[in-house]
């Protein structure tokens, strides 16, 4: 049914404010220590393993650490875990301040992934929280935005400011930016409005409207691992930044763009498009060689996978009862995918090469339209609640 725009209710309330603003706090911290970490690592001698390392550390915790925070949201409630999380991802840098042995350096990363864990899994799950359900999708959209910014700005802000101003400086910015996203904490509710019995991963895997977007989406974030860690590969230096920054503007804003369309028309009819666009963009970087092609398989890539983040967590918040479960199994998809892209392509690429690598990966996009089409059950018909 559609809603005049006068009578929608309004999407920004102060809690869902102070939300925005904590995740943004947060993930800014994060974002200034994803690539400064390892190249501080690899600084103190632990060499191009080392910084590997760093980073596997930090996403291995990531991972272990979100298929548990529904069940700590079920016994503890929001506010207590969600204040661990931001102490746990931000405290710890200050701790690089006294050493550059690789050991502390990983004890580290294990430990603010943990943190880390905590604020990816809450951020969307008290944002679906905290929105008007008529208006999730573009409240999610508008999330998008919001932890958007700080991976544009925050991630070759932290490398700039290690190498011109020193790490201290970073170390001690990324802690107080964490510890900036404690006031979120008294806004966000006590407990979750779902199920007082989390519902399991695996029941909600079960689940046809829950497993068949999450998959659609893991085979995009497998190609999103496999573009940013090898497009700069595949193309010309000069291209190669131009083309990523492109796909994270794209990206941006078709997250918010499909939520906003989404919520008045349907978010499920937008599923095809977003892999169908997705794939177009992969298959056109086959020829990657080509600074034009670069160009706009980046661009339509990052437009594909932006309505396709956007969509399927909307599609999944619809089918999962408990927020904080949707949440994590979201993220799970997320960064497994992003780091299976980048494996799995590495090794597909070494045999054939990066065109035919490409062209395979688009491929295997456009088979899950066979898992996403209309008739398939991709969950409940949406449109506007």
């Known amino acids: 049914m559609s809603e005049s725009t006068a009578a929608r209710p309004a999407i920004l309330s102060r809690p869902l404010l102070l939300v925005f603003w904590g995740q943004f706090a947060a993930m800014t911290s994060a974002y200034l220590l994803l690539s400064t970490v390892p190249l501080y690592a690899e600084a103190g001698g632990a060499g191009a393993v080392g910084a590997g390392l760093a980073t596997g ?3 291995f915790s990531t991972v272990v650490a979100e ?9 503890y409630g929001y506010r207590p875990v969600l204040a661990a999380g931001v102490l746990l991802l931000g405290v710890p840098a200050l701790a690089l301040l006294a050493t550059r042995s690789l050991v502390p350096i990983l004890v580290v990363s294990v430990v603010r992934g943990l943190g880390f864990a905590v604020v990816v899994v809450l951020g969307s799950a008290l944002v679906a929280e905290l929105a008007p359900p008529s208006r999730r999708g573009e409240a999610l959209g508008l999330y998008g935005v919001v932890i958007g910014i700080p991976a544009v700005l925050a991630l070759p802000a932290g490398v700039w400011v290690a190498t011109h101003l020193g790490y201290p400086l970073v170390f001690a910015v990324a802690a107080g930016a964490a510890l900036a996203a404690l006031p979120a ?3 966000t509710p006590a407990r979750s409005s779902g199920p007082e019995q989390v519902q399991g991963m695996l029941t909600a ?10 998959l659609a989406f893991a085979t995009t974030a497998l190609a999103y691992g496999a573009l940013v860690t090898f497009l700069p590969l595949a193309t010309t230096p000069v291209i190669a930044p131009i083309a990523l920054l492109a796909q994270a503007v794209a990206t941006t804003f078709t997250r918010w763009w499909s939520g906003h369309h989404g919520d008045r028309h349907g978010q499920r009819r937008l599923l095809v498009p977003a892999i169908a666009l997705a794939a177009a963009g992969v298959l056109l970087l086959a020829a990657a060689a080509h600074p034009a092609a670069a160009l706009a398989g980046a661009l339509l890539f990052g437009a594909g996978f932006g309505a396709a983040q956007n969509v399927s967590l909307s599609l999944m918040f619809e089918s ?3 927020p904080s479960t949707t949440s994590a199994l979201w993220n799970i998809a997320f960064d497994i995918g992003i780091g299976l892209g980048g494996t799995a392509f590495g090794l597909l690429s070494t045999a054939t090469g990066y065109p035919a690598a490409f062209a395979l990966l688009a491929a295997l996009i456009l088979a899950m339209l066979l898992l996403v089409r209309p008739g398939a059950g991709t969950g409940a018909r949406t449109g506007s609640d």
């Open 57 to 59: 550390a930090l996403m």
């Open 67 to 75: 298929m548990f925070v529904p069940a700590l949201v079920t016994r």
């Open 185 to 187: 904490v008294p806004a």
């Open 205 to 214: 895997l079960r689940d046809p409207g829950t497993a068949r977007p999450a």
């Open 320 to 322: 999962t009862p408990t």
